[in-house]
Nanobody, 124 residues
Framework: QVQLVESGGGLVQAGDSLRLSCAASGRTFSTYALGWFRQAPGKEREFVAAITWSGDKTYYTDFVKGRFTVSRDNAKTTVYLQMSSLKPEDTAVYYC?????????????????WGQGTQVTVSS
């Protein structure tokens, strides 16, 4: 089992920055990457970014490239999502998830472990 706990969400204004954290524990060695997804009201959950546990590869969806940065600490227990130049359309519940099956990095179905989510609200 892998346990994931997100933190760092909140209410910010457009153009502000925010950093989300995801603390991982348990059998993280059995997973391949840690991803960030988000879900806005009435919309499907969508991929945002991911990083391999080794830290050698990062992935981003097009609409966050240049604004969001995913990283992890050296102890490989916490993964961060630094969000800059936030827009109202970034408003969503953000989830971290551990990829437990090999495949496309942006498929939610390949992630077997999920955190509880943290709300990010960006006002205009």
């Amino acid at each position: 089992q892998v346990q994931l706990v997100e933190s760092g969400g909140g209410l910010v204004q457009a153009g502000d920055s925010l950093r989300l954290s995801c603390a991982a524990s348990g059998r993280t060695f059995s997973t391949y990457a840690l991803g960030w997804f988000r879900q806005a009201p009435g919309k499907e959950r969508e991929f945002v970014a991911a990083i391999t546990w080794s830290g050698d590869k990062t992935y981003y969806t097009d609409f966050v490239k240049g604004r969001f940065t995913v990283s992890r600490d050296n102890a490989k227990t916490t993964v961060y999502l630094q969000m800059s130049s936030l827009k109202p359309e970034d408003t969503a519940v953000y989830y971290c998830a551990a990829q437990s099956r090999i495949g496309a990095i942006d498929l939610p179905g390949l992630y077997g472990y999920w955190g509880q989510g943290t709300q990010v609200t960006v006002s205009s």
